[in-house]
């Protein structure tokens, strides 16, 4: 996942295969279309932040011949549709050029201050910025199909482009759709069936059927006006802050030598100046961005390039993403080819200051003077778009699905060790740490502890995922570090283990591999805990949101698979929720489950706990404490759990000597909103600690009120708490000393579950009342330091006597 917290793994069956199936026409074509797709999506028009007035759909054509639009339209469709939610229809006109793009303006919000060119076809959909489904159909009939599959068997459909979080999409959905972003197909219209494949967000690049393509080809014969440079440089126009100072101006020849090209994506390439200043503070590159076409220049060209300077912030600038100075709707003449590139600037272990980011009391640090020699973002910053290189560096962070991997520049900063860098504090993010990825088309494969070995180079950029990052076009080569995955000490036959384990939106679709690592995770790894709490169980239609709750099915599947794997025959319990309102995966109705062991532990049935009713503490005939309802929820009706997970509550009984446990399984609401450490705004503001400081005080109160009446009752709070040890949430969780936090009785770099952006880093907890006497506490990292994971949390147990 690229979002803290924030799930959005979608499944659904290709169009283009749920076509070939059936036979049916105008299905989706894997492999460079023959002629019309959707090229481009873009529904911020007139919003908070965006430039252009009107949200539009833009169509392209790979063929050689024009496609006839006659009878057809352009449809959308909101990304959770209910069953009473309507396609929204745009009839079409006229054609799409051979090579060309057609234009398709819809409504006009309320801001913007740039007119669409003159559209081909006009309509009045009020598109989402940031989620929903846009259809090409050969009919001007509104669709009546609601899910992705029900869409891939609709044979009027030649296209669809789902975005954001979209139920209806082809493969998984698009992302980088934002107020400021549209997403847009790559170079060569290419169409795999899977949106977040084909599309990516970038500044939105509107072409009508009159355009020329937008390329920015290099003039054949330059006059010698043309050939002269202009007044500015590129440290002219980075400036000494983060926003140029000449932004939103059109600029002329400004000189430099092409140093990268990125031809998909965010197309375009960088430029760097040969003849530096003396000023630290100000970049001699910058990022020119050709929009949807294709770059017509290769790295060792001089250049003079012209065009409007601009702030692009990826995810848009409410994201609180720092912005990343371009040169837009550019104009290039090429002087000549084949030139050296300047020396790239040396990154090591004494290069980036310790100091992460200047402080702005929550403010924007936009405007501050950059102090590179200070902070490690400044640095960077006054680098953006400036060709770097590092050595032999160790990987802090696993490849991901984007192949982008994190290496430390300071390979003794808070090492773990297994080889990663954990984080300590909200004062220390690592300034070591640096996101690579590639530009050169190679693909790497690395886990944390590994080394990314020789030369690594190429750009400076930056991105709302993860901050700065090398644009490789240099890439080193991957050396193991060897680390494999943990397995958890065997419990004592006294001892009862429970465990806790994120398995990260699991549904019957699911893959049978998936279901059978995540029980390889519980027999082999954990050791078959006595009890294990698992977050994250969807219903049994997983992300298809059509009422279902129930997630027997789920349960069933995976319980088969821990059978299977050799483990025992777990039971289960949980509490169904009320549809959609406990957050997560749209339609997945996420929840919390007991499995538990019969062998080994019994649970306490008692009747009436249900989605709504609240569990009470209540004295058991003088001699201690019992729950009202077995299983139950906490408060469920409270304003903490509103769109989030509610804590079940089960009451077992240890069979060995009749030990009365309670377990508190949670799954606290995420971090999603919450501003980047590498953002504008330092420090980052946390909006979301607020409803998980809520859900602390509930989880404390329902604790302190079982101790209240039990002293010594052994409570087992557990679960993914999305948040630190060091937290808000977590000390008013434990305040009053109800709770002790096991993270904190390990050695401080190894307290870890989860790996972010580079940092090792634990949102996952273990929790236990005083009248549990040493436990022994163990986080079993057998997914998130690795490129192949089963999901991207790894689990905790605890034991004792």
Same mark, same amino acid.
């Given at each position: 996942?690229?979002?803290?917290?924030?799930?959005?793994?979608?499944?659904?069956?290709?169009?283009?295969?749920?076509?070939?199936?059936?036979?049916?026409? %105008?299905?989706?074509?894997?492999?460079?279309?023959?002629?019309?797709?959707?090229?481009?999506?873009?529904?911020?028009?007139?919003?908070?932040?965006?430039?252009?007035?009107?949200?539009?759909?833009?169509?392209?054509?790979?063929?050689?011949?024009? %496609?006839?639009?006659?009878?057809?339209?352009?449809?959308?469709?909101?990304?959770?549709?209910?069953?009473?939610?309507?396609?929204?229809?745009?009839?079409?006109?006229?054609?799409?050029?051979?090579?060309?793009?057609?234009?398709?303006?819809?409504?006009?919000?309320?801001?913007?201050?740039?007119?669409?060119?003159?559209?081909?076809?006009?309509?009045?959909?009020?598109?989402?910025?940031?989620?929903? &489904?846009?259809?090409?159909?050969?009919? &001007?009939?509104?669709?009546?199909? #609601?899910?992705?599959?029900?869409?891939?068997?609709?044979?009027?459909?030649?296209?669809?482009?789902?975005?954001?979080?979209?139920?209806?999409?082809?493969?998984?959905?698009?992302?980088?759709?934002?107020?400021?972003?549209?997403?847009? *197909?790559?170079?060569?219209?290419?169409?795999?069936?899977?949106?977040?494949?084909? %599309?990516?967000?970038?500044?939105?690049?509107?072409?009508?059927?009159?355009?020329?393509?937008?390329?920015?080809? =290099?003039?054949?014969? =330059?006059?010698?006006?043309? +050939?002269?440079?202009?007044?500015?440089?590129?440290?002219?126009?980075?400036?000494?802050?983060?926003?140029?100072?000449?932004?939103?101006?059109?600029?002329?020849?400004?000189?430099?030598?092409?140093?990268?090209?990125?031809?998909?994506?965010?197309?375009?390439?960088?430029?760097?100046?040969?003849?530096?200043?003396?000023?630290?503070?100000?970049?001699? @590159?910058?990022?020119?961005?050709?929009?949807?076409?294709?770059?017509?220049?290769?790295?060792?060209?001089?250049?003079?390039?012209?065009? !409007?300077?601009?702030?692009?912030?990826?995810?848009?600038?409410?994201?609180?993403?720092?912005?990343?100075?371009?040169?837009?709707?550019?104009?290039?003449?090429?002087?000549?080819?084949?030139?050296?590139?300047?020396?790239?600037?040396?990154?090591?272990?004494?290069?980036?200051?310790?100091?992460?980011?200047?402080?702005?009391?929550?403010?924007?640090?936009?405007?501050?003077?950059?102090?590179?020699?200070?902070?490690?973002?400044?640095?960077?910053?006054?680098?953006?778009?400036?060709?770097?290189?590092?050595?032999?560096?160790?990987?802090?962070?696993?490849?991901?699905?984007?192949?982008?991997?994190?290496?430390?520049? !300071?390979?003794?900063?808070?090492?773990?060790?297994?080889?990663?860098?954990?984080?300590?504090?909200?004062?220390?993010?690592?300034?070591?740490?640096?996101?690579?990825?590639?530009?050169?088309?190679?693909?790497?494969?690395?886990?944390?502890?590994?080394? #990314?070995?020789?030369?690594?180079?190429?750009?400076?950029?930056?991105?709302?995922?993860?901050?700065?990052?090398?644009?490789?076009? +240099?890439?080193?080569?991957?050396?193991?570090?060897?680390?494999?995955?943990?397995?958890?000490?065997?419990?004592?036959?006294?001892?009862?283990?429970?465990?806790?384990?994120?398995?990260?939106?699991?549904?019957?679709?699911?893959?049978?591999?998936?279901?059978?690592?995540?029980?390889?995770?519980?027999?082999?790894?954990?050791?078959?805990?006595?009890?294990?709490? #698992?977050?994250?169980?969807?219903?049994?239609?997983?992300?298809?949101?059509?009422?279902?709750?129930?997630?027997?099915?789920?349960?069933?599947?995976?319980?088969?698979?821990?059978?299977?794997?050799?483990?025992?025959?777990?039971?289960?319990?949980?509490?169904?929720?009320?549809?959609?309102?406990?957050?997560?995966?749209?339609?997945?109705?996420?929840?919390?489950?007991?499995?538990?062991?019969?062998?080994?532990?019994?649970?306490?049935?008692?009747?009436?706990?249900?989605?709504?009713?609240?569990?009470?503490?209540?004295?058991?005939? @003088?001699?201690?404490?019992?729950?009202?309802?077995?299983?139950?929820?906490?408060?469920?009706?409270?304003?903490?759990?509103?769109?989030?997970?509610?804590? $079940?509550?089960?009451?077992?009984?240890?069979?060995?000597?009749?030990?009365?446990?309670?377990?508190?399984?949670?799954?606290?609401?995420?971090?999603?909103?919450?501003?980047?450490?590498?953002?504008?705004?330092?420090?980052?503001?946390?909006?979301?600690? &607020?409803?998980?400081?809520?859900?602390?005080?509930?989880?404390?109160?329902?604790?302190?009120?079982?101790?209240?009446?039990?002293?010594?009752?052994?409570?087992?709070? #557990?679960?993914?708490?999305?948040?630190?040890?060091?937290?808000?949430? $977590?000390?008013?969780?434990?305040? @009053?000393?109800?709770?002790?936090?096991?993270?904190?009785?390990?050695?401080?770099?190894? *307290?870890?579950?989860?790996?972010?952006?580079?940092?090792?880093?634990?949102?996952?907890?273990?929790?236990?009342?005083?009248?549990?006497?040493? =436990?022994?506490?163990?986080?079993?990292?057998?997914?998130?330091?690795?490129?192949?994971?089963?999901?991207?949390?790894? =689990?905790?147990?605890?034991?004792?006597?």
């Amino acid at each position: 996942m690229r979002g803290r917290g924030a799930k959005a793994i979608l499944i659904a069956l290709p169009i283009g295969l749920a076509g070939s199936l059936v036979a049916l026409p %105008f299905t989706a074509q894997a492999a460079p279309s023959s002629d019309a797709v959707v090229s481009e999506v873009y529904g911020g028009g007139g919003n908070s932040g965006a430039s252009l007035t009107h949200d539009f759909i833009e169509l392209g054509n790979a063929g050689t011949a024009s %496609f006839d639009l006659s009878g057809w339209s352009v449809q959308y469709l909101s990304g959770s549709p209910t069953t009473s939610t309507k396609w929204q229809v745009t009839p079409l006109t006229g054609a799409i050029p051979a090579g060309g793009t057609y234009l398709v303006a819809e409504a006009k919000g309320s801001g913007g201050d740039t007119a669409l060119p003159t559209p081909d076809a006009t309509g009045t959909i009020s598109m989402s910025a940031t989620t929903g &489904t846009v259809a090409l159909v050969h009919s &001007t009939t509104a669709l009546t199909c #609601l899910t992705a599959a029900d869409c891939a068997a609709d044979g009027t459909i030649k296209d669809l482009v789902g975005y954001g979080t979209a139920v209806v999409r082809e493969g998984n959905p698009a992302t980088g759709a934002g107020n400021t972003t549209s997403v847009s *197909r790559g170079a060569g219209l290419i169409d795999t069936d899977d949106n977040s494949v084909d %599309f990516t967000g970038s500044d939105p690049s509107p072409r009508n059927s009159a355009a020329d393509g937008g390329n920015p080809s =290099p003039t054949p014969t =330059p006059s010698p006006t043309e +050939t002269a440079p202009g007044d500015l440089r590129i440290h002219d126009i980075q400036g000494t802050t983060r926003i140029s100072p000449q932004n939103g101006k059109t600029v002329t020849n400004v000189p430099g030598v092409v140093t990268g090209v990125r031809s998909t994506g965010s197309k375009g390439y960088w430029i760097q100046d040969a003849e530096p200043d003396d000023n630290s503070a100000t970049s001699e @590159g910058v990022f020119v961005f050709t929009g949807s076409a294709t770059p017509q220049v290769k790295v060792g060209d001089s250049v003079l390039v012209s065009g !409007k300077v601009s702030e692009y912030y990826p995810g848009g600038q409410s994201s609180g993403s720092q912005s990343v100075t371009e040169l837009t709707g550019p104009k290039a003449v090429v002087l000549s080819s084949g030139n050296a590139l300047p020396q790239p600037e040396v990154i090591d272990a004494s290069t980036l200051p310790d100091a992460y980011a200047p402080q702005a009391q929550g403010g924007s640090i936009e405007s501050l003077e950059l102090q590179p020699d200070t902070y490690a973002l400044d640095w960077l910053e006054a680098h953006e778009g400036m060709l770097v290189q590092i050595g032999d560096s160790r990987v802090v962070g696993a490849t991901n699905a984007y192949n982008e991997t994190w290496i430390t520049t !300071k390979p003794e900063q808070n090492a773990t060790p297994r080889g990663g860098t954990v984080l300590t504090g909200y004062d220390n993010a690592n300034s070591g740490r640096l996101l690579v990825t590639s530009l050169t088309g190679d693909k790497l494969k690395a886990d944390v502890g590994d080394m #990314l070995t020789g030369t690594t180079a190429g750009p400076v950029d930056y991105s709302n995922y993860g901050g700065y990052n090398i644009q490789a076009t +240099t890439l080193g080569t991957v050396t193991s570090g060897g680390i494999t995955p943990q397995v958890a000490q065997k419990g004592k036959s006294n001892e009862v283990s429970v465990a806790t384990y994120n398995v990260e939106n699991l549904a019957p679709a699911d893959s049978q591999s998936k279901f059978d690592r995540l029980a390889q995770g519980v027999v082999k790894n954990l050791a078959t805990p006595d009890i294990v709490s #698992l977050e994250e169980i969807q219903d049994n239609s997983g992300a298809t949101d059509d009422g279902t709750v129930a997630a027997d099915r789920t349960i069933a599947k995976f319980t088969d698979a821990i059978k299977a794997a050799g483990g025992p025959a777990y039971e289960w319990r949980s509490i169904d929720p009320v549809n959609d309102a406990d957050g997560g995966q749209p339609g997945g109705n996420i929840r919390i489950v007991f499995l538990f062991n019969p062998q080994r532990v019994s649970f306490v049935d008692r009747p009436g706990g249900d989605s709504t009713t609240a569990v009470q503490a209540v004295t058991d005939g @003088g001699k201690g404490v019992k729950l009202s309802v077995s299983p139950g929820r906490i408060n469920p009706t409270s304003g903490a759990w509103n769109s989030s997970r509610k804590p $079940l509550v089960g009451e077992f009984v240890f069979r060995q000597n009749g030990q009365q446990i309670f377990v508190i399984g949670n799954h606290f609401n995420s971090k999603g909103g919450d501003r980047p450490v590498h953002g504008a705004l330092q420090p980052p503001t946390l909006g979301s600690e &607020t409803q998980r400081t809520n859900q602390a005080k509930e989880v404390n109160a329902f604790v302190s009120s079982l101790l209240a009446k039990d002293s010594k009752a052994e409570i087992v709070v #557990l679960g993914d708490l999305n948040d630190y040890q060091y937290s808000k949430p $977590l000390t008013t969780l434990t305040s @009053g000393g109800v709770l002790t936090d096991l993270i904190n009785t390990l050695p401080v770099n190894e *307290r870890y579950s989860y790996v972010y952006d580079g940092n090792s880093q634990t949102l996952d907890h273990i929790l236990v009342s005083p009248a549990i006497k040493k =436990p022994v506490y163990e986080v079993v990292h057998i997914n998130s330091e690795f490129s192949d994971q089963a999901s991207d949390h790894d =689990p905790q147990v605890v034991r004792f006597k």
